[in-house]
Nanobody, 126 residues
């Protein structure tokens, strides 16, 4: 069973930055993609960044809402994925999730993913 452990989020002032991490364990396959999502109360879960598997392309993809602002990356082992979030805005306040699926390439659609982290709260104060 794949397990995803997310780091704690946090609370920052508007314009501040945070970095989230997501460490995966229990993989039984070599090709897997990783995605970051967020979901505000009463709203649908939104895919914001994905990272294709290394063997496929390692390509990152972003939603328009975070394009040119957030950066997704992975460590050398490939088991930990990061979401660097500079220049945070109050509207970025919500719960963030990571997810994974046995696939070389990713999609931003939440329904594509099989395994999810527990979610972590990010709060940006105005």
């Amino acid at each position: 069973q794949v397990h995803l452990a997310e780091s704690e989020g946090g609370s920052v002032q508007s314009g501040g930055s945070l970095r989230l991490s997501c460490t995966a364990s229990g993989y039984t396959y070599t090709e897997y993609c990783m995605g970051w999502f967020r979901q505000a109360p009463g709203k649908e879960r939104e895919g914001i960044a994905t990272l294709d598997s290394r063997g496929h392309s390692g390509r990152a993809n972003y939603a328009d809402s975070v394009l040119s602002r957030f950066t997704v990356s992975r460590d050398k082992s490939g088991n930990t994925v990061y979401l660097q979030m500079p220049s945070l805005k109050p509207e970025d306040t919500t719960i963030y999730y990571c997810a994974t699926r046995s696939s070389g390439w990713c999609r931003l659609q939440p329904s594509f993913y099989d395994f999810w982290g527990q979610g972590t709260q990010v709060t940006v104060l105005s």
